[in-house]
Structures are given as structure tokens and as C-alpha cells.
């Protein structure tokens, strides 16, 4: 089927409640008997060049029949590989459209849980590195950060295989020295969501933390130390979320973080209680914390 015939299938599913009441065997009897229906699909999804309100619509339709199909439909096991390319293709084309970078990352993440993070390392890798090679430019940093919460946020603990690789490339991208600050946040939230994701292995897997955390971890704790030192009523957003991560080091790698604790402790409780003055003004008062 052409990615027109594919259109025009959609205008009509969409436009005839009839016809979209019965969407889901429909749409697996396309799956199931129009060559390479789902492969066309995604391409078209993932396309720039049809309107995004209405790829954004065939998006969430599809994601629901493909994730309920991913893992005993024979035609789509057959299609797979084609199927996450244009999956990850699809986010290199949309970066200036956040709300189709969603539909996108979420399908992704859904089929990683169906499926396995193991078999979405390859294509997963792939984004890590185009992120990587694109770091500068805050389009595509925008949309990839963006990308990897979501998908880490909506996967289980596997995710975890990419962060070794993801590790390093955050720290040179929240030291970048013309980041925004709107990024610097976003980069401190996928930190977060991938300490989340190993430090389930604290004390069962030691091995799998030192991959993930040996080649930053000091690095981070120099940098969230001292920027706990600064003015309390600065970057307050960013504060916060170093905290909620030292909180999730200090208490779910204990053993792990236990020898970085005393460094890091006094300016943590400056930080907590200059703050309790800048609580008052803001929750009292009223005043703006920025």
C-alpha cells in the first residue's frame, strides 16, 4: 500500500465514527494482509511533510494496535527492524515538533516494553549518538532530551543498558557554557530517570552502577556541590532537582555514594537552611523565588 493510500485509509477512519468504533480490526486486518501496512504507517507518522494534527492523530491510534500486536503478530515480528528505523527516523525529523516527538517516543517506549529493551539497543544507541554528534545545537538537544525522558520514564529497569554510554554525554552537555537554563533542567531530569533506572542493582549488581556512574560521578557531585554554594534565590529550579537526585544516590546507593557523603553534606544543610528564608518570602509573602 502507498503511504496515499494510507492517508486516504486514515481521513476516512477518523472522519466516520462508524468506521473508527471498528478501528482496531480494521486496522489489524490491514496489518495482517496489506503488504507492509505498518511500515507505511509509521512513515507516514513520521513524515514532515502531512499535517501534524493529522500524523499526530494516526499516531495515537497506531501506537495502541501496535503495542497490543508487538509481541505475537507474525507480520509485525517480520517487520520489526523497519518498523523502529522509521520509528527513530521519525525523531530526526520532527525536532521542531515536541508534541510529535511525544506520540513518537511514547509508541517507542511501549514497544520496548513489550518487546525488551535488548532488541531496541542498536537503534536506541543510534539516537544516543546523533544526540551526541548534535549537542550544540539546541533544536535537536531539545527534542532528543526530550525523546530519552520519555522512554526512560516509560521503561523498566533494562533502559539501564544504555546508560553507560548516555552517562558521559550529559555531563558534556550540562556543562555546555551556553546552555539555557530550560535544558540544563531537562538534562538533570534524564539524570535522574537513569540513576532511577540501575539503582535498583545496589548491592546485587555493583558492577552494573560502576558502568553506569564511574566515569561521571565525581564530576557531578563537584558540580552540584558547588552549585549549592551559590545564592539560594538563583536557578531555584535547579536546585530542587539536584537535590531530588542526591537524594536518590544517598538513598538508593548508599554503599555505592557512601564515601562522597561527607563532601557534599555541609552544603547541602547551608543550601536547606538559607532556603528556609526564601520559603518564607515566596509561600508568606508572595515574592517571586526568581
Not at 494516526?58 to 501496535?66: A, E, N, R, S
Not at 560502576?210 to 564530576?219: A, K, L, P, V
Not at 554503599?255 to 538559607?274: A, E, G
Request: proline share 2%; charged share 20%.
Amino acid at each position: 500500500m502507498s503511504a496515499e493510500q494510507v492517508v486516504a485509509t486514515f481521513e476516512e477512519l477518523i472522519t466516520n465514527p462508524e468506521k473508527l468504533k471498528n478501528g482496531y480490526t480494521l486496522l489489524t486486518d490491514l496489518i495482517n494482509n496489506v503488504d507492509q501496512f505498518a511500515v507505511t504507517t509509521c512513515q507516514v507518522i513520521t513524515t514532515n511533510e502531512l499535517d501534524s494534527g493529522f500524523r499526530k492523530n494516526v499516531g495515537y491510534i497506531m501506537k495502541g494496535v501496535l503495542t497490543d500486536l508487538w509481541d505475537h503478530n507474525n507480520v509485525l515480528i517480520q517487520q520489526r527492524g523497519d518498523i523502529k528505523e522509521a520509528l527513530l527516523n521519525g525523531i530526526v525529523l520532527n525536532v521542531n515538533d515536541l508534541k510529535m516527538i511525544e506520540v513518537i517516543s511514547l509508541t517507542i517506549a511501549n514497544l520496548m516494553m513489550r518487546e525488551g529493551c535488548k532488541n531496541w539497543t542498536q537503534y536506541l544507541a543510534e539516537l544516543v549518538g546523533w544526540l551526541n554528534t548534535n549537542k550544540e545545537d539546541t533544536t535537536i538537544l531539545n527534542a532528543g532530551l526530550e525523546c530519552l525522558c520519555l522512554i526512560f520514564s516509560k521503561s523498566d529497569n533494562t533502559v539501564s543498558l544504555l546508560v553507560p554510554d548516555l552517562m558521559p554525554i550529559m555531563y558534556d552537555i550540562f556543562t555546555l557554557p551556553e546552555l539555557t537554563e530550560g535544558l540544563r533542567e531537562k538534562t538533570l531530569k534524564l539524570l535522574y530517570l537513569c540513576i532511577d533506572s540501575f539503582s535498583y542493582a545496589e548491592g546485587t549488581d555493583n558492577m552494573l552502577i560502576r558502568q553506569c556512574f564511574d566515569s561521571t560521578y565525581n564530576e557531578w557531585i563537584s558540580i552540584f556541590t558547588s552549585a549549592l554554594q551559590t545564592s539560594s534565590r538563583s536557578n531555584i529550579t535547579i536546585k530542587r532537582l539536584i537535590l531530588k537526585i542526591l537524594t536518590k544516590i544517598f538513598s538508593e546507593l548508599e554503599m555505592y555514594s557512601s564515601k562522597t557523603l561527607n563532601v557534599i553534606i555541609q552544603p547541602i544543610w547551608k543550601f536547606m537552611n538559607s532556603n528556609l528564608s526564601v520559603y518564607i518570602w515566596n509561600s508568606v509573602y508572595g515574592i517571586p523565588l526568581e
